[in-house]
């Protein structure tokens, strides 16, 4: 009796699916009151009014204000996750806006310092949140302590604000040359902040990259080329926002600064 030989069915393997993850940005700056918090707020703002998914994770761990920016009040921050008190997704708020936020909780001595803890604990919250946003932005504390350059090291880009004054641009490139020696960026983004006169910042940016090239170099020995979003205007109406606790695209979505930091969005959007 002859055997009848069959060929093996062919099975056809499941799909892959592949999880895309947030783009990870951080805002950050050489030095405090140049509006970095009041930016990042705005530009989740204007990106979420573009149709995406958006998360600010405030970063300045020990020292953040980006609930006053926006008025809220948590009972639930990163400090209760990261010691167990409660789930991540309890300490994830809405924002007005549309966008979400993740606070840190101001006066907590504890994480001014990068330890082992606040490393481990700051990775796996990211870790958890970047399948589930489009953007992932990251307020980071100025200066260049250990806990802000190791926040900057969890971004994919990084956005540094500067202003017109001397002091606000001698700490910019401070930053910028430390981020170049210790991370190897090759690239940064720059905001001009409080700008006199529309095209303020592309003169300041060309002077800046000027320093930068003849004495930044990364350990590849190149120097990081600064990538302009934009500059945003000097207006009363940013004042009255920041007294009022209130986003400025809500408050005056058609002032001059606003539109600024729309166009902001707009340039980041279309990057992607």
Not at 70 to 99: C, M, R, S
Not at 204 to 231: E, H, M, Y
Not at 241 to 257: D, F, I, M, T, Y
Request: proline share 6%.
């Amino acid at each position: 009796m002859t055997a009848i030989m069959t060929e093996p069915e062919l099975t056809t393997p499941p799909p892959r699916t592949t999880v895309r993850l947030a783009r990870t940005m951080a805002v950050t700056s050489g030095k405090g009151g140049v509006g970095k918090t009041f930016f990042t707020a705005n530009l989740a703002a204007a990106l979420s009014r573009q149709g995406l998914k958006v998360l600010v994770l405030d970063a300045d761990l020990g020292l953040a204000n980006l609930d006053v920016v926006l008025n809220l009040y948590p009972k639930i921050t990163l400090h209760d996750v990261f010691t167990g008190k409660a789930q991540l997704e309890e300490a994830i708020l809405p924002a007005p806006g549309g966008f979400s936020v993740l606070l840190a909780g101001s006066g907590l001595v504890e994480y001014s310092r990068l330890t082992g803890e606040v490393r481990e604990q700051l990775l796996k919250v990211i870790e958890a949140v970047t399948p589930r946003f489009d953007v992932l932005l990251l307020d980071t504390g100025a200066g260049i302590s250990d806990v802000v350059l190791f926040a900057l090291s969890l971004a994919h880009e990084i956005i540094v604000v500067a202003t017109p004054e001397p002091t606000s641009m001698t700490d910019a490139y401070a930053t910028i040359k430390v981020l170049a020696a210790q991370q190897g960026r090759e690239q940064l983004h720059l905001v001009v902040n409080q700008v006199g006169r529309p095209g303020e910042g592309r003169s300041i940016c060309q002077q800046l990259q000027l320093v930068v090239d003849r004495f930044v170099q990364t350990p590849a020995g190149l120097s990081p080329k600064l990538n302009l979003l934009g500059d945003i205007l000097s207006d009363n109406c940013v004042r009255e926002a920041v007294r009022k606790r209130s986003l400025l695209l809500e408050l005056h979505p058609g002032s001059p600064a606003s539109m600024g930091v729309v166009q902001i969005a707009t340039r980041l959007n279309s990057g992607r």
